[in-house]
């Protein structure tokens, strides 16, 4: 049997596939997941995603100064927090060997969603780990459900079309994965981005309003489709790197 | 300014615009739609959509027994209706110049959901009458909602594909519809699918479910991209042809 690919479009949107013991992708390419993965390629060892500002300091309360806190609440850094969502400011200089609890509006409620809908094992990726994710979810062979984090709980173009790139892979590999309904609408999304990847994000509602509020350099950063071979793991309480897939 | 184009997915899929004082277009390709364009281009008159069988029995004991009942429960037709839910059926010999109630799984319940959350005005579109609702929609020049009936609460490509169609001429038009995130997902979808329409239905959840249940012909017929020019309109009470729009 071949193994399932669909997609959950926003928060709140069934799939055709439940969530309770399958794979997940949890996919917030502007900007949570990219910026997670851009920790992980620094050097940060861990990041605890969290729901709100104050569980990250109930966190740092308990675990001491050496976590750093990052995140956004309308896409600009939390007052008092070390760093904001731009996955360029999580450099090996900022994060290298730490810790780090993150809060934003979309990605991390949606990691938590997918923890206790009974997800597992739940993976985490942007556009620019979609390829290495993708390898993993095809070595495990299990069926996969992607997860798109949204924007305010609406559909975001960016996310589903990140959700086609690890489609487009999984359906050109000899193990021919199937995709449903909503796994091929990515991946047409995925086709018709695919040309121009970052023009294609700039033009998503989120894209522009990044772009209003200074974060261009974000959007190309968060279009380098296969820049990071890191695949990471959530495991319900904080996210590591579980594998470097190399073709 | 020009016109925004968005599209509710599936039932309670939050599109960008709301639904309220905007055009909307109702689209539920295998079948619902695709049949009542068919019976109306057959010369029905006028088609109350109903949300279940008791309904439709109501309104033929307050209209006589001239009402036609058709629609469909599990894709097959109601036990003592006249017609189900194949397109096929709705020929001139059995439905012209008569008028029809129907319910139908996702399609009716859509439409009456639509006129509820106060659209207007509300359109009804097939594949077959994409284009000509697209040009009714363009000379309108107001921003429109393509409401995507689904399948059973869950997106169903079949309807994405039709959105993406009617968005298509609308983006190509001199008067440059904008498209919303969903808007463009649905472009993409059926950019993807034009290659073979036919083949892209059937190979979607629904499509498989029909050819399943006898009905692989229905598919080919709904397939065939701008073959009606009949623009319906649903007025909450009843679909009644709007007008037939040539190039």
């Keep these: 049997m071949t193994m399932r690919i669909s997609v959950i479009l926003a928060p709140d949107v069934a799939a055709e596939d439940e969530l309770t013991g399958r794979s997940c992708v949890v996919i917030d390419v502007l900007r949570a997941t990219t910026s997670m993965i851009a920790a992980l ?9 969290v729901a709100e500002a104050e569980d990250a300091w109930a966190l740092r309360a308990q675990l001491g100064d050496s976590l750093l806190l990052g995140g956004e609440r309308g896409g600009l850094k939390i007052n008092g927090f070390d760093l904001g969502n731009s996955p360029r ?10 810790m780090l609890a993150m809060t934003t509006t979309n990605g991390t409620a949606a990691m938590l969603a997918a923890a206790r809908a009974g997800a597992s094992p739940i993976f985490i990726a942007s556009l620019r780990n979609a390829p ?25 173009l960016d996310d589903i ?3 086609g790139a690890i489609a487009s892979v999984c359906e050109e590999s000899r193990s021919r994965a199937t995709l449903t309904d909503t796994g091929k609408l ?10 121009d990847v970052a023009a294609a994000l700039t033009a998503t509602i989120h894209g522009r309003r990044l772009v209003e509020i200074g974060f261009e ?26 594998g470097h897939l190399l073709r």
Excluded: H
Excluded at 89 to 98: D, I, L, R
Excluded at 186 to 195: E, G
């Design 41 to 49: 390629d620094a050097g940060a060892t861990a990041i605890y995603p």
């Design 132 to 156: 290495a994710t993708a390898r993993r979810l095809l070595r495990e062979g299990r069926d996969a459900v992607l997860y798109c984090a949204g924007t305010n709980g609406r559909v975001s």
């Design 161 to 163: 079309i990140a959700a």
């Design 89 to 98: 400011e999580y450099t090996s200089e900022a994060v290298g060997n730490t």
């Design 186 to 195: 990515a991946l047409a999304a995925y086709r018709l981005a695919s040309r």
């Design 217 to 242: 350099g974000d959007i190309r950063y968060a279009a380098a489709v296969g820049a990071s071979q890191t695949v990471a793991q959530f495991d319900g309480l904080m996210v590591r790197v579980a």
